[in-house]
């Protein structure tokens, strides 16, 4: 089953808890805070693969979670918590749904982009020793892994691409032209799905894909419309077929330039990619008819080839034709792509803010923060309070009307303001 689409959930491991331990031994009577640190959480890392072909495997499983990081135990350093690797098709474009952004094109074999990161393992007491605080009893918690909600598009890689109206051809003619053996019938619509195919001319190869057959309204989405028009944006050159004795007797110039309206009022930019037409079927051709239907389509100043799907008349010279294209600068349309990495994001931000009962912190760093302390350790807390007050965030709450008692919200957690750390 083909499918080009998909909404899936992405969560990293969080971080395992750091640990309060002090070094006890023999002959060392003042051994000193020595609590490791917790585990790191596992990335969840998302890969290209040519082996892909479609998004289907996000049907059946839409929720992704790497694992998290082991506490610490003692002196004893956590253990990491495994990554996971996801394969995607090369040709995956991946968009943040809550932010609407685009984060990544996976268009090569191979390309890695790390979706959630692991959140970082907690602190042992031991990193809060100073000069002041020698016997510090409380460790850091671990770091709350990422959770990120994306849609996943398929946008099929090929050079060159196969257009027209359903029934025109173009699965005969891939399957001509390459080893590719899509479906083929006698009626409109036996490709409902992309068909891809490699094509051999001379010492040249080139992906070609037949993209299902467009109607009117396409651009607006009717039919098939935008769930194939996006693969169309991948490829260099397009061969736009066209039935030349269509079964209905419709006249195959309007056929044509019912097509070309259709790609011109959904990309501006498809539209001007090098185009060449083909005009199918002659092998079905009534005697003295071909050559007006040719002259009509030469009036259109278009690189035109006469061609039969099913003798093989004229398709060399269509073949060869493409391939230069493809060479030359003409066909070099390539779509620029996103380095793999993680997204930045605005870790340093904060803001306080007055709402109904009482104040509100917001920002990643303050978050993360928060859930990183133990708060049922109260020189834990007091600690936050003073990393709090060095930020400016207490001064922040004074400034806005924040007095003695008031609630301070930060996620699901509830403080009282205080000036006493």
């Not at 051709?285 to 099913?310: D, H, M």
């Not at 807390?381 to 007095?403: F, P, Q, S, T």
């Amino acid at each position: 089953m083909f499918l080009d689409e998909a909404f899936v959930e992405f969560k990293s491991g969080t971080g395992g808890s750091g640990a309060v331990s002090f070094h006890r031994e023999k002959f060392v009577p003042r051994g000193g805070p020595n609590g490791a640190d917790g585990g790191r959480g596992g990335d969840v890392i998302l890969i290209a693969d040519r082996g892909k072909r479609t998004l289907y495997d996000f049907k059946l499983k839409s929720k992704f979670e790497a694992q998290d990081g082991v506490h610490a135990l003692g002196n004893k350093k956590g253990k990491d918590g495994k990554p996971i690797e996801i394969k995607v098709p090369v040709g995956t474009v991946i968009t943040d749904v809550d932010l609407g952004e685009t984060l990544v094109d996976l268009s090569v074999h191979g390309m890695k982009y790390r979706i959630a990161k692991g959140g970082r393992g907690g602190h042992g007491n031991q990193h809060y020793v100073n000069s002041v605080r020698q016997v510090p009893n409380w460790a850091e918690k671990g770091e709350p892994g990422e959770h990120v909600r994306v849609k996943l598009e398929l946008k099929l890689l090929a050079d060159v691409g196969l257009i027209g109206l359903p029934n025109a051809g173009k699965s005969t003619l891939l399957s001509r032209i390459s080893a590719a053996r899509p479906k083929i019938a006698d009626y409109p619509f036996t490709t409902i799905v992309p068909n891809l195919g490699v094509v051999s001319v001379g010492d040249t190869t080139f992906v070609v894909a037949d993209m299902p057959g467009l109607i009117e309204g396409a651009s607006e989405g009717h039919g098939l419309g935008h769930q194939f028009l996006k693969h169309i944006e991948r490829t260099r050159v397009l061969i736009h077929v066209v039935d030349a004795f269509p079964i209905d007797e419709s006249d195959p110039i309007a056929n044509f330039e019912l097509i070309e309206r259709e790609l011109a009022e959904f990309s501006p930019e498809i539209a001007d990619r090098p185009r060449l037409i083909a005009l199918n079927k002659i092998d079905l051709a009534p005697l003295g008819e071909f050559g007006p239907l040719r002259q009509r389509f030469e009036s259109l100043g278009l690189p035109l080839y006469s061609i039969s799907g099913v003798t093989g008349e004229g398709i060399p010279a269509l073949l060869h034709e493409a391939a230069r294209l493809l060479e030359s600068d003409e066909g070099d349309t390539t779509v620029p792509v996103l380095l793999p990495g993680m997204k930045v994001k605005d870790d340093e931000g904060w803001e306080a803010v007055e709402v109904e009962d009482g104040f509100e912190l917001r920002g990643r760093r303050i978050r993360r923060m928060v859930a990183m302390t133990d708060l049922n350790s109260r020189d834990s807390v007091r600690y936050l309070h003073r990393r709090l007050e060095r930020m400016g965030v207490l001064d922040k709450l004074r400034e806005i009307g924040a007095e003695e008692g008031d609630s301070v919200f930060v996620d699901q957690h509830v403080f009282e303001f205080t000036d006493r750390a």
